[in-house]
Each structure stands twice: as structure tokens, then as C-alpha cells.
Nanobody, 119 residues
Framework: QAQLVESGGGLVQAGGSLRLSCAAS????????MGWYRRAPGKQRELVAR???????YYAASVKGRFTISRDNAKNTVYLQMNSLKPEDTAVYYC?????????????WGQGTQVTVSS
């Protein structure tokens, strides 16, 4: 069964770091298109970081320079290293795969992992 399992969230002070993990079933995981999203309270889900064709990466402007997406292909796992966290990074973080970059993801959303950044 296609599945996404996010982990690694928690409560951290502003300026701190967290590393999120996303284990994807083989039917979902792909070198291209895997990405991290987040939904803050009262807001729509937004793309945070994503692998695109050729191994390049995309980052939202709000996280560029602070977050790094990486992957372990052998483990079908994608990571998000988050440094210099800010209170506005507080959200539930999800992973999924968008093969074409048009916003349509291939899998049902997982439960996500809560990240809370205190000021």
C-alpha cells in the first residue's frame, strides 16, 4: 500500500534545528519530484522544498538558505534539515511527490509531523 510516514518534528526554540524524515513506500518514492510541504494554522498547505529534474532542488523563498532537502535512495527516505528556525516555521510538515511540478501530488497525505518553534 502506498504510504508516507513523516517523523522528526518537535518543539524547539527560535534559532534551533530539526531534521525531519519521510519514509515513502517504493511505489511513491522517486528521485525526481519528492518534496516537503507544510501547513501552518489557518493557512493553506504550501511547498517548502522539492527535488526537480536533474537532481536540482527548489526552495520556497521563506526557507532558502536555512532548510536543506536530501534523500537516501536506498532507504526510500527524504530528509529536511531545518536550521535557524523561526516561529513562523511552526506548522505540520508533510512529504509527497509531485512529478511534474504542477501541484498535483501522487499519494494520499500522511499524518505529517508537527514542528513548533517558540520565540
Amino acid at each position: 500500500q502506498a504510504q508516507l510516514v513523516e517523523s522528526g518534528g518537535g518543539l524547539v526554540q527560535a534559532g534551533g534545528s530539526l531534521r525531519l524524515s519521510c519514509a515513502a513506500s517504493g511505489s511513491i518514492f522517486s528521485i525526481s519530484g519528492m518534496g516537503w510541504y507544510r501547513r501552518a494554522p489557518g493557512k493553506q498547505r504550501e511547498l517548502v522544498a522539492r527535488f526537480i529534474d536533474g537532481g536540482s532542488t527548489y526552495y520556497a523563498a521563506s526557507v532558502k538558505g536555512r532548510f536543506t532537502i536530501s534523500r537516501d535512495n536506498a532507504k526510500n527516505t527524504v530528509y529536511l534539515q531545518m536550521n535557524s528556525l523561526k516561529p513562523e516555521d511552526t506548522a505540520v510538515y508533510y512529504c509527497n511527490r509531485d512529478p511534474t511540478g504542477n501541484g498535483l501530488v501522487v499519494a494520499r497525505w500522511g499524518q505529517g509531523t508537527q514542528v513548533t518553534v517558540s520565540s
